[in-house]
């Protein structure tokens, strides 16, 4: 199993106020990890929320916790990348937090706002040393950054 590096409560707290609301927002939290991103949403009001982890037993740990906290969230042991590739619904909001060392970032992004409905928001956590295109805001949290795209169609 990968080396689990989960968002720290700094950059989920920043996320959160720069979101503002997710109530009644469809929400996918891609490289799902802890399930720490989509369970804040979920006790925050977003309507459903998906978390799409490819490691078995982090899929399998978001379950148990979602189970123990009773509350509502749809796991699929998968790529984040099929998955987006698969997948006919759309969402409000998707975050993804790929491991540092990801490759496929260009193809992430690129699936990612498919997926999105109008005005839907797709945030992407990553190191500082690396810079994407055509985005509307971009938030640094020490070597964590936070770069956000809309969908505006």
Do not use: C
């Amino acid at each position: 199993m990968k080396n689990l590096r989960p968002t720290s409560s700094k950059v989920l707290q920043a996320l959160f106020n720069i979101l503002y609301s997710v109530k009644d927002k469809s929400f996918l939290d891609l490289f799902a990890g802890t399930g720490e991103i989509g369970i804040t949403a979920l006790k925050k009001g977003a309507k459903d929320v998906v978390f799409v982890e490819i490691e078995k037993k982090r899929a399998e740990d978001i379950k148990r916790k979602l189970k123990k906290f009773s509350i509502q969230g749809e796991v699929h042991n998968l790529d984040a990348i099929k998955f987006l590739r698969n997948i006919d619904k759309k969402f409000d909001i998707i975050f993804a937090d790929p491991p540092y060392d990801y490759k496929f970032y260009d193809k992430l992004i690129e699936e990612a706002m498919k997926k999105l409905n109008k005005d839907g928001i797709f945030i992407l956590e990553h190191r500082v040393d690396k810079d994407f295109e055509n985005y509307f805001d971009k938030r640094i949290y020490g070597d964590t950054v936070l770069t956000f795209w809309r969908k505006e169609e």
